[in-house]
Structures are given as structure tokens and as C-alpha cells.
């Protein structure tokens, strides 16, 4: 019995590891024509059990999802239409039997087990694996943060600055005695009581970039176990003083004859420095990992705080107190650098303006609930306020303005009774659509939906709600919507009989005609909350590089944060934890919540709300992550 | 509000004891057991366990009474009555925008109480302008009354309410509530809710128009990942409606102001509309165990003050040893023994560095502070080369003396019997190996001009201990009050060249000999970085323990220092019980991180004071309990600190606790 449990749980890996094979690297995840979801329009409907039901409006189904013994519900959805991107022709992989979707979930498993596991080899054909492991990384090209290479042995006689520039970069001198360049490379120059060194290039942002540092050093001669001879590269978040704050670098101590890995300013590893012609590469990966090579060989994986190096300065740096002819010295650089997907590393966060006819709308500021659409010619955003949804434009990052004071949308039917709220924009390439939380006069909620064809929007509601609660569930809240080859996904919250919560996930060809669920998942356990100190709530579903992308919103007591898991097929999720939280200052000083989040080219940006203990403002925030780098096949 | 005033003038009374308005710690007020149980120890406090078969649970045992999870001794750190003039000079009328307001104040009963939060287009609330500090334990009392129940019912939430508030916030937007990390209000048709994010927590009713009595309890514990959080117990008319419950991790406390030092939360009285209303509100805090504070004593060494010569401590002076005894004429003798070096330490990465050791003394009366004038030493290394370090090649050969540890035997009176000190001893068996330490230990060392001739060879080497390659740290522990059984030596084990995470132990004999078991030291692991949580995350070094046997166990105690991301040393504690002395020969208890470490912060006051750039660090501390008075512990804080320019300044901060049973 156990050894079948074995080989069980190792059959993945093969699996996982013909899949990697077949990866044909970054490639273009464009969605070619004629690859959507091929069901049949109009037979959306109760998603309870998976089944398909007809009619408009249709309720979600009440059959509660039933273990389906390992295919963790490979088998109980439409998979292959469900991939984040169907153009990577996930079918194939899948293949048709029982024993594929089996491999297919246990691999996803393994994988989405830990940060390590999903960065690795095997697992690189899962699209989600490319978020926040330092995978799936776009090089940076034409970019003059930091030169490409630095050799500092044919600057002999220049200045250092005078050398960068020659090579597309610059560099400030530090210390008391400017560094030397020669035929060993750069002196430092420093002293027993200040380091010496030249600042090289601009900042860095070491959370959301992966940066390679190739160095090779030039070993002083004739040291003792006591002389002053050391030379070093590393990144620093402040400027050089007395002593380098070295946050992660290399630095060769000539008594030691070694090399040190320095984290925090401290010697986190030591290996002997080999010869003027070793090698040695540093590759930093914004997920907080520094891996050290010595002529091509990995030594180790360190952890450092790459979070707390958004704008790190990278620094040559050392202490020679020996003959220029004999000291250590830095002989040549060379650096690569490319952008990942690090969903904590937001490098604009900003309280959201909101104005009309260029007066600011201060109680617009208190909205909440918003939505960010992009329609190709511009953004909007909508909010709610005070059981009413208005829409803005976007001017600029984190401003907007309001064509005039009226909403777009305001309660009108019964089940919208005590108003409407929790706005969902989605450009299906044609037409702007507005779903939203409609809630009776008993406070249950549905989902309605509107839709506008103007080009100065005007919604126009469907007849009556799109999603209803029904069976186990007593109301629905907080829709996201993504739009994408002819069909609709939904992932709303759901509140149950026994007072639980929990997001649930749908699919349709046509939300006239009712929604599918998706049965037999992840996403109802990862977001079940069933307690008051709690709670799980707005999500926001969008597609970026090949993968889902669900934000939500989760409060601890009365903290609140932003979380984020992926998927590849809205089925199996990796949870990725906390994403955006307090930022002890401002107005999001203590948390955030209500995330909107939009997929643009190499970037996600996000509306949301920012808590500060008083109130909710709404705020607006990026980051770089790449979009078109995932594996292009399965 | 009379905020602090028993606090100041139980300050005052004790004035000539040198005093500071910090709460230092006195855990043993009460008896351990009250003299009703067999002997021996409850180990832990919170483990639904009766430890020493006494037949008293947890906090049922006096055993627990000073621990924080039980302490019941308060001191009132807030206490309002509503009958000032002016309310505003403590209190904040929320929301502060959208209008002003002003409260009622009507006599109850004889009891005024603050209410009518008018207009009732808004809830309302008075805050408390001081944060009152909860973190370590503390209590909120108030009285809450309904005189008003028409239209509302007893199970109903009614649109008018009054209760008392625990929040970060000092404000609230118009129209909405305060943040409540926890709340107990009564709506006018008596129904009482406790909420957190305004969400119902627990429920009960209560009698209209009558005093309902509101106690919330807070104590500070540890959650399933070692985070220190504060959990509530809420009792409303002597019913306990909520317990256990986690309000929030300690770390989303309020750490300013007030509770800069204790973090803790603002109070208020919040309601909406007429008829309900907050009766007197008073705070307390936990008045037992405080590792976390300490009283400041006003003789901050450095190393001019110890009379020890530049040529060997210019550079820097830290890890300091500290020893207390009683001299011949009854006066305190003070022996303290630091590591120190010509050149930076800061030049580590680059080269290596030497240290040596040295040795000064002084007296002072009985319950005095030591003066800055009056040390004796030889000016050059006790242990160690003079000059320890030199980058030109001159001292080669010299090998660092480091981290020394003084363990004072006394006899009955108190006077010195032997000091032994143990210290790292870089190792020299090859002449090429640097950075690789053993430990020694030297027993007897004689007055600070004596100097050691070391032996030649180490008392434990790592050799002797697989598991590391550097052993650094040392610290002694008597394994009986006269230590004629000898000693369970901590030290720091070195596993790689990054930081320590561990911190071991090895019996020695009364010889200096390393007790042997099957075949290899007797040795067992005593702290783990991974297993104290966060604020070790990134290693622990440095043990000084200080045990103490009594008739019905022993404690002990162990200060360490821990980092949670790399440089960021602060200082936290560990304790261990147990009511079978005899098994100290053969087994060290195991320590318990205490709730709420680190109980000194690399971004506390006493280290940043003065500090320029932010760039102080903890380098060392030292713990030894007074011989005049054993309940009194003295702490010695060593600090680098950063001075503008280019210089660097190295201090010893003085402190001290009081542990009746240190």
C-alpha cells in the first residue's frame, strides 16, 4: 500500500520533466484566432456539480463539491478551454485519461509545494511557477543602469568615471584617496579607517530585478594573515561612509585568501579565492535568493532582503594598504539584468485623486470597491459610494476625473434594494460591461450586470441578476470578471448557510445564459473562512503571462492585506501569501484591501483601498512583471 | 484623568533607591506554591498541566503567579471619572472633523458617567490621547449602563450604544466607528456586543437600567508560529462571555509615546445617540514580570573609565564579563573582565582582527552604583598580546583571546571564593587557522593586575564537537549552588561562517575536564534559532545564563542575543525550570523563549541614544545578579555607537531588574 502511495507521488516528475523539455523558452503567449473554447454557447448554467444548465440568470447550482479521489478536479471541468492562456495547447499535455489528469495534479502539486520547488527545471511549464520565483525573467536591454562590462585592467591610467563612461555607464569616487586603475584592474584605495571605492552606475531595484554580477578578481601578492588587502562588489541601500554597508556582494580579503558572500553587512559565507583568473558570479533573483558561482560551479543559495533593496547602489569597494603594484583589486565586471514577476515589489503606490471639472471630489477619495479597465485608448475606474457606482477617467497614474457628478449606476430593482456595489469593469474589445453586488432588501446579494455599447458609457442592466444564490449558499458578493476568446470567467465570494465564506470560481460562453462552476478545486479551501476574526473578500482575477492571477483581499482582526495565488487552468492554485500590506506611513499606513488588478504589458497595476485605522482612501499602485516570457507550449 | 499618578508616587517612596520610572520586575512576591504543595515547580504556565503534582493547574499555582500569562498584580496606568472640567486635555472628541461635539456627563447612582454622543449622525467616541501599554499584560474596567430601551430589544443591535474601545486609532472618519481591535458595547435594549473590525465576536444581554460591570483581561502569549500575541478575556457582570481570544499579534501594537516602551493601545468610550452610556474607565498594567525594562543607572562606562591602556583597546571595548561578591570590609566588589582591540572590529571581512582581554575592579556600598573613578587594573591584557591586532604584518603570530564569562563562587557571606572565567581562545595547534575558536577555562584568576599564562591546550576544542567548526561564547553554569559538581558550559556553536543558530552545552567537571559520555563530550543542544521564532530568524549567539536553586527547584535563565535579519542583534530571554535539582548533573531543562522577545531591541532608546545615522549596535551584555542584594540583577549593555565622521564609540550601559529569585 505505501509503496504504491510512492510511486504514486513520484509519477509527476517524469511527466513534469517531458514537459520541461518541450518548453521551447520565452516565448510569444499572443492568444492566436481559433483557439478558444470550443462549448456551446448558451449551455452555461448551475455549476454545483459541474453540470451544464440552460437558462438566463441561472442560479450557480447547490451541489457541493465531491472529492474526486486525486484528480483534484482534472477530470470534473472542461481543463483544456479553462488554461489561462489555450494557445499553449494544454489538451496535449492532458491527454484524455484518467491517469494524465492524475499526473497533471500531483505535478502541479509538487510544484506549487514551495518557492524552491516551482523555480526549478521540472516545473517550468507551469505558467504560475513564473511568479516570484525569480523564473521566467525578461532581460533588460538598452539599459544604462549598470554597464554590461567593466574591464578595469584596459583603463589603466584613467579615472574610474572616465572608464565607465567609455563603457555606457559612470562611477563616483569615495573615500579618502581616490581608487587606482592599473594593469591589476581597480584599487580601491581605501584605509584602516575608511573604505575607498567608486559607486558605479543607478539604482537598482534588487525586488523586482534579477541582476548577475560576474567578477574577477586580482589577488594581492605577498600577504600576510594580517594585512589590509581587500577589494569587493556588492549592492548598498545607502551611501559608502567609513565602512561600506555591503547588503549582498563579494568581498576578497587578501589575509584570508578567500572570497566572502557579505549579507547584511555581514560574512554569511567564505570560500577560497582561487586565482587572479577565477570567476565568480553572484545572480540575485528578486525572490530573495543569492546563489554564488566559482568558475561556473554553484557553491550556495543564500537568503537576503530583497524586498528592503528597491533602490540599491552598487559599489566597488575595498581597503589596500600595500603597493599599488601588489595590491587586490577588482579586475573585471560583468552584469546582466532582467525583470521577473515579484508580486510584492510594487514601486508605486500612491493615494488616487479624483476630481470633477478640475476640483478635487474628496468624498470620492472614500470610495470603495474599485474597478480598473483599460479600453485601449484609455482607463477607467469605477467605485462605489454610498450604495452608487460612478465611473472616472484616468488623466494620469493614480488621477482621475469624473465626467459629471451623477453615477453610472444606481439601485433600481428589487433585488438591488439596498443598493449597488463591488464594481467590476470588463472590455470585452467592443463593448464595456459593469457587474457589480446587488443586494436586497434582506441584504442578500446577487451578481448583476450592465452593459454599455456608448462610447460615453451608458449600462443597460440584463434582466434581472446574472448569478443568484441558491442551495447551499445564501448570497454572492465582490465579482471579478476576465473576458477572454469568447468566454467568461467569474470568481465571486459566496456566503454559506453555516456562515462560512469562500470564493468560488464559473465559466460561461454567454453570462445571459448562466454560469458553470468550477467544481472540485483549490479555491473554495484556500479561501475558506468560517470564523469572525477573519474574513476573505474581494477578489480580482486577471491573466498575465500565460497565468491566472487572483488577488484577494483577507483581514486578520482588523488588519487588512492583499494576497495573491495563480493558476494555470482556474483550478489547482499556488498561494503566494501576502502581497501588499500595510506601508506604515500614509494612507495605507496599516493595510490594504480591495484590489483591482490590471494586466498591461511587462507591468501589473492595481487600485485598491489603503487603510490607515481611521478611514479607507483609495490608492493605486505597479510593478514590473513580465508578460510574454512564459513557456509558449505545454 | 489621573493617569500614572500611583506609578509616580510609588517612585517617589522608593526615591532614594534610585528609582526610574521604568517598571522593573520583581516575579517573586508571592511565594512559589504558598508552602501547600509537594515541592516542587510548575514548569509551564500555560500547558493545561499540573507540572508539580500539587493539584494546581497553570495560574491555580502560586507557583505562576508573577508569570505574565498569570500575573494578577496591576498598576493602573489610566483612570478616568468623568468629573474633570476639561476632558479634552486626555481625551480626543471624535471624529474631529465634521463639527465639534461636546458629552453628557449625568450622575447615575452616584456615578457619573460620559454619554449622550450627540448628534447621533455619527457614532462618537472620546480617545485617549496616552496609549496605554497592554503588551505584557493589563486590564480594562468600566461600568456601561442603559437607561433608555424604547424601540431596541435585549438580542437586537440597536442605532444607540456606548461601550469601551481598544483601538490604534486616535480618530475616527464621520460616520463610521472606531478601528476596534476589540470592543464590548451595550445597545439600549441591553444587548452586549464584543466585536473586533466590528465584526460580533461574543454576545450577552444585561439588565437595562442597572450598572453592568466590563473587565477585559489582556495576557501576552505565543501563537502556533512563536509570534507574540495578545489574547482577551472579556467579562461582563462576572460572566466570562470571551476567552482566549487572539486579538492581535504584539507587533501591530501601538510602539509610541506611551508605549514606547510597553506597546499597548488608545482606550475610548464610543457610542451613538442618547441613553447609554460609559461609566469611570480605568487601565492597568501587569505589575510582575518585566524582563523588558530595566532601571538605568547613571555610570556608562567606556574604556578610559577601566583605566585600560589604548595601545590595546583605542580601537574598541565590548563583551563584557561581570562578577559581584562581597569584599572583606562588606563592601560590593565588582569584577569586570571585556574583550578589547586596537583596530576595528568593523574590518573583520577584510583581515583579521585580535582581541584581548582585560580585567578591572571596584567597590562600592552596599546598594550603590559604581563611580567612574575608582577602577583598578593593569592597564594591559589580563589574557592576550598587547597590541592585540596589527595590519602590518608585525604580530603575526598573535592569536585573539574572546568573550569572556565570569562565573563567582561565593561562600555563605557572599565574599569571593574563585572566579572562573571562561573565554574563546582562537586556536593555534595550526599556525595558518584563523577564525577557528575552542573555549578555555581558568580557575583561579586572581585581582585585575594578575595576569593568565594560558595552558597549551584548549578545554574544549571543537574537535570535540562534530556539529561545529568554531565554539564561541562561553558561559558557565553551576550544576549545584557550590559547584562542587562542576559545570554545564554554554557556548555558541559556529556551523559555517555565517551566523550562528545554536547555542550548546557541555558538562565539565569541578576539574576543568570534560565529562564524558559514549565516547564523546556530554553535550546537548539548548536553544535553536528556528524553534524561538522571528525575532531569531537570522541567528542567536552570546548565552549568559544565571541560575538559581532553591528549596523547591531550580530556575534558570538565559539571556542571549538574537537577530532577526543579519546586524540586527537585540537582546531576549529564555527560561527553564525544574524541581529535581539532581538531574542538572546529567540534563539541562529545557528553556522557554519568553512571550515577548527580544526584550531589548537594536532600536530601543538605550541603544540608539546618541547614536548617530541609526548605525548602534548591541555587541554584548553581561548579567550578574548584586551580592548585597541577589535580587537584583545588574546588567552591563555593551553598544558600538556610530559618531559623526568617521569615528566609532564604545559604551557600558549599566542596568538593572529586579527577580527575587534570580
Redesign the interface.
Known amino acids: 500500500m505505501s509503496q504504491n502511495r510512492r510511486i504514486q507521488r513520484w509519477k509527476w516528475l517524469p511527466w513534469a520533466a517531458l514537459l520541461a523539455l518541450v518548453v521551447a523558452g520565452c516565448g510569444d503567449s499572443s492568444n492566436a484566432a481559433g483557439l478558444g473554447p470550443d462549448f456551446d454557447a448558451g449551455a452555461a448554467g448551475s455549476g454545483g456539480s459541474g453540470d451544464r444548465a440552460e437558462g438566463a440568470g441561472g442560479s450557480a447550482g447547490s451541489g457541493a463539491p465531491q472529492n474526486d479521489g486525486g484528480t483534484s478536479g482534472v477530470t470534473d471541468n472542461p481543463v483544456d478551454l479553462l488554461f489561462a492562456n489555450p494557445g499553449r495547447n494544454p489538451g496535449d499535455a492532458l491527454g484524455a485519461g484518467l491517469e494524465a489528469a492524475t499526473d497533471y495534479a500531483a505535478g502541479a502539486r509538487a510544484c506549487y509545494a514551495d518557492t524552491g520547488a516551482c523555480g526549478s527545471a521540472e516545473c517550468s511549464a507551469f505558467a504560475s511557477c513564473c511568479v516570484k520565483t525569480g523564473a521566467c525573467c525578461a532581460p533588460v536591454l538598452n539599459d544604462a543602469t549598470l554597464p554590461a562590462a567593466l574591464d578595469f585592467r584596459q583603463c589603466a591610467g584613467q579615472t574610474a568615471d572616465a572608464c565607465a563612461q567609455d563603457n555606457g555607464s559612470d562611477a563616483v569616487s569615495f573615500g579618502q584617496t581616490d581608487p587606482v586603475l592599473s594593469g591589476r584592474g581597480l584599487i580601491p584605495n581605501g584605509t584602516?579607517?575608511?573604505e575607498g571605492g567608486v559607486v558605479i552606475g543607478e539604482l537598482v531595484n534588487l525586488s523586482s530585478h534579477r541582476v548577475e554580477v560576474e567578477v574577477q578578481f586580482t589577488l594581492p601578492v605577498g600577504c600576510?594573515?594580517?594585512?589590509?588587502?581587500?577589494a569587493g562588489v556588492a549592492f548598498t541601500s545607502s551611501a559608502p561612509?567609513?565602512?561600506v554597508d555591503?547588503e549582498v556582494g563579494l568581498?576578497l580579503?587578501?589575509?584570508?585568501d578567500a572570497v566572502?558572500l557579505?549579507?547584511?553587512?555581514?560574512?554569511?559565507?567564505?570560500f577560497d579565492a582561487g586565482t587572479d583568473s577565477t570567476k565568480w558570479r553572484l545572480v540575485l533573483s528578486p525572490d530573495g535568493s543569492a546563489q554564488v558561482f566559482r568558475d561556473g560551479n554553484l557553491l550556495g543559495v543564500?537568503a537576503f532582503?530583497a524586498a528592503a533593496l528597491q533602490q540599491a547602489q552598487l559599489v566597488v569597494f575595498?581597503?589596500n594598504?600595500g603597493a599599488a603594484t601588489t595590491s587586490a583589486a577588482i579586475a573585471t565586471l560583468e552584469f546582466a539584468m532582467a525583470f521577473c514577476d515579484n508580486p510584492s515589489a510594487w514601486n508605486e503606490r500612491q493615494e488616487i485623486a479624483i476630481s470633477l471639472d478640475s476640483n478635487p471630489v474628496p468624498a470620492h477619495a472614500?470610495g470603495t470597491g474599485p474597478s480598473i479597465v483599460d479600453q485601449m485608448v484609455g482607463k477607467r475606474m469605477a467605485y462605489e459610494v454610498d450604495g452608487e457606482i460612478f465611473l472616472s477617467e484616468e488623466e494620469a497614474f493614480g488621477e482621475f476625473f469624473l465626467e459629471d457628478g451623477n453615477p453610472a449606476l444606481i439601485a433600481t430593482e428589487p433585488y438591488e434594494a439596498q443598493g449597488v456595489g463591488d464594481p467590476e469593469l470588463v472590455w470585452d474589445g467592443n463593448f464595456l460591461s459593469l457587474f457589480y453586488t446587488a443586494r436586497d432588501s434582506e441584504g442578500v446579494g446577487s451578481i448583476g450586470a450592465a452593459v454599455s455599447v456608448e462610447d460615453v458609457p451608458v449600462f443597460m442592466k440584463g434582466q434581472g441578476p446574472t448569478l443568484a444564490p441558491d442551495g447551499d449558499v445564501l448570497s454572492y458578493d465582490a465579482p471579478t470578471v476576465v473576458y477572454r476568446d469568447q468566454l467568461w470567467l467569474l470568481v465571486v465570494r459566496a456566503t454559506l448557510a453555516d456562515g462560512a465564506t469562500e470564493l468560488r470560481a464559473f465559466y460561461t460562453s454567454d453570462p445571459d445564459t448562466g454560469w458553470a462552476r468550477v467544481v472540485n478545486g483549490g479555491l473554495e479551501e484556500l479561501t475558506r473562512s468560517e470564523g469572525?476574526?477573519s474574513?476573505v473578500t474581494d477578489p480580482s482575477l486577471i491573466i498575465h503571462n500565460s497565468a491566472y492571477h487572483l488577488y484577494y483581499a483577507r483581514?486578520a482582526?482588523?488588519?487588512w492585506s492583499v494576497e495573491l495565488a495563480v493558476s494555470d487552468e482556474l483550478l489547482l492554485w499556488r498561494s503566494l501569501g501576502d502581497v501588499l500590506g500595510g506601508s506604515s506611513e500614509d494612507f495605507d499606513s496599516?493595510g490594504a484591501r480591495s484590489p483591482d488588478a490590471l494586466s498591461q504589458p511587462d507591468r501589473i497595476e492595481l487600485v485598491y483601498a489603503g487603510q490607515d485605522?481611521?478611514?479607507f482612501r483609495l490608492g493605486a499602485a505597479s510593478r514590473t512583471a513580465p508578460s510574454d516570457t512564459a513557456p509558449s507550449i505545454f | 484623568m489621573t493617569r500614572g499618578l500611583p506609578l509616580l508616587l510609588g517612585c517617589l517612596v522608593s526615591f532614594i533607591g534610585g528609582c526610574s520610572f521604568l517598571n522593573a520586575p520583581d516575579r517573586n512576591l508571592t511565594p512559589p506554591d504558598g508552602g501547600v504543595d509537594r515541592g516542587g515547580i510548575e514548569l509551564f504556565c500555560d500547558d493545561d498541566l499540573d507540572d508539580d503534582g500539587d493539584m494546581a493547574f497553570d495560574c491555580d499555582d502560586t507557583d505562576c503567579a508573577q508569570e505574565p500569562a498569570c500575573c494578577e498584580s496591576r498598576r493602573t496606568t489610566l483612570s478616568e471619572d468623568w468629573t474633570g472640567a476639561d476632558l479634552t486635555s486626555g481625551w480626543t472628541f471624535a471624529p474631529t472633523t465634521g463639527g465639534s461635539w461636546s458629552a453628557l456627563r449625568p450622575t447615575l447612582d452616584g456615578t457619573t458617567f460620559v454619554g449622550g454622543f450627540l448628534p447621533d449622525d455619527s457614532p462618537r467616541s472620546l480617545v485617549s490621547r496616552d496609549c496605554v501599554s497592554l503588551a505584557l499584560g493589563g486590564w480594562v474596567e468600566t461600568t456601561l449602563r442603559t437607561t433608555d430601551a424604547t424601540s431596541c430589544g435585549p438580542t437586537e443591535p440597536c442605532d444607540r450604544y456606548a461601550g469601551v474601545v481598544l483601538?490604534?486609532?486616535t480618530?475616527?472618519?464621520p460616520g463610521?466607528k472606531l478601528?476596534?481591535?476589540l470592543a464590548v458595547t451595550l445597545h439600549a435594549g441591553g444587548l452586549v456586543l464584543v466585536t473586533?473590525?466590528d465584526?460580533?465576536?461574543a454576545r450577552t444581554t444585561a439588565t437595562v437600567d442597572e450598572d453592568i460591570a466590563v473587565e477585559i483581561e489582556f495576557r501576552p502569549t505565543l501563537d502556533d508560529f512563536n509570534l507574540p500575541i495578545l489574547t482577551a478575556k472579556v467579562t461582563v457582570d462576572e460572566g466570562v462571555v470571551l476567552e482566549d481570544?487572539?486579538?492581535?499579534p504584539i507587533a501591530?501594537l501601538v510602539s509610541t509615546g506611551d508605549c514606547a516602551e510597553i506597546p499597548g493601545l488608545h482606550v475610548a468610550a464610543q457610542g451613538h445617540g442618547a441613553g447609554v452610556y460609559v461609566g469611570p474607565l480605568v487601565t492597568a498594567k501587569q505589575d510582575c514580570a518585566n524582563p523588558s525594562q530595566f532601571d538605568e543607572q547613571s555610570a556608562t562606562l567606556r574604556a578610559e573609565h577601566l583605566d585600560l591602556s589604548p595601545s590595546w583597546v583605542q580601537a574598541y571595548v565590548g563583551s563584557p564579563a561581570l562578577a559581584s561578591s562581597r569584599n572583606s570590609v562588606f563592601d560590593v566588589q565588582w569584577d569586570l573582565i571585556v574583550e578589547g582591540s586596537n583596530?576595528?572590529p568593523?574590518?573583520?571581512?577584510?583581515?583579521?582582527i585580535?582581541y584581548a582581554l582585560g580585567h578591572a575592579r571596584t567597590s562600592t556600598d552596599e546598594g550603590g552604583d559604581w563611580r567612574l573613578d575608582t577602577w583598578e587594573s593593569s592597564g594591559s591584557p589580563k589574557v592576550g598580546d598587547d597590541p592585540p591586532?596589527?595590519?602590518?604584518?608585525t604580530?603575526?603570530g598573535n592569536r585573539s583571546v574572546r568573550e569572556p564569562h565570569l562565573l563567582a563562587e561565593l561562600n555563605e557571606e557572599g565574599e569571593l571564593r574563585d572566579l572562573v572565567l571562561s573565554f574563546a581562545r582562537e586556536l593555534v595547534t595550526d599556525p595558518?587557522e584563523?577564525?577557528l575558536f575552542g573555549v578555555q577555562i581558568v580557575r583561579p584568576i586572581g585581582g585585575p593586575t594578575t595576569s593568565i599564562a594560558l595552558p597549551s591546550t584548549l578545554t574544549l576544542s571543537p574537535d570535540q564537537i562534530p556539529e561545529c567548526v568554531s565554539l564561541r561564547d562561553p558561559a558557565l553554569i553551576p550544576v549545584d549552588p557550590d559547584a562542587q559538581a562542576g559545570y554545564w558550559l554554554l557556548y555558541t556553536c559556529v556551523e559555517?561562517?555565517?551566523?550562528a543558530t545554536e547555542i550548546h552545552a557541555v558538562r565539565i567537571s569541578r576539574a576543568l575536564e570534560v565529562v564524558q559520555e559514549a565516547g564523546g563530550p556530554l553535550r546537548r543542544v539548548v536553544l535553536v534559532a528556528s524553534e524561538l521564532g522571528p525575532f531569531a530568524a537570522?541567528g542567536i549567539r552570546s548565552p549568559e545564563p544565571v541560575i538559581s536553586f532553591e528549596e523547591d527547584g531550580l530556575r534558570l535563565r538565559i539571556w542571549f542575543l538574537a537577530q532577526r535579519?543579519?546586524?540586527?542583534w537585540a537582546v531576549a530571554l529564555a527560561e527553564a525550570r525544574t524541581h529535581d535539582t539532581s538531574m542538572l548533573e546529567f540534563e539541562l531543562p529545557e528553556p522557554v523563549p519568553f512571550p515577548v522577545n527580544p526584550i531589548l531591541s537594536n532600536a530601543s532608546t538605550l541603544v540608539r541614544s546618541g547614536c548617530f545615522?541609526e548605525e548602534c549596535n548591541i555587541t554584548g551584555i553581561a548579567v550578574s545578579p548584586r551580592a548585597d542584594d541577589p535580587s537584583r540583577l545588574r546588567f552591563l549593555l555593551a553598544r558600538r555607537l556610530n559618531l559623526p565622521g568617521?569615528g566609532r564609540s564604545d559604551q557600558l550601559i549599566p542596568l538593572e531588574q529586579t527577580w527575587s529569585k534570580p
Open positions: 584602516a579607517t575608511a600576510n594573515g594580517t594585512c589590509l588587502e581587500s561612509g567609513a565602512f555591503a568581498l580579503s587578501g589575509s584570508r566572502n557579505m549579507i547584511g553587512n555581514a560574512v554569511a559565507d567564505s543564500y532582503n575595498g581597503r594598504l472614500f469572525p476574526a474574513e483581514r482582526g482588523t488588519r496599516l485605522g481611521v478611514s | 483601538t490604534v486609532a480618530d475616527s472618519a463610521s478601528q476596534d481591535e473586533q473590525a465584526v460580533e465576536i481570544f487572539a486579538v492581535t501591530d583596530n576595528d568593523e574590518l573583520e571581512p577584510t583581515t583579521h585580535g591586532s596589527c595590519l602590518d604584518g604580530c603575526d595558518s584563523r577564525d559555517t561562517a555565517g551566523a537570522a535579519t543579519p546586524g540586527d545615522d568617521l
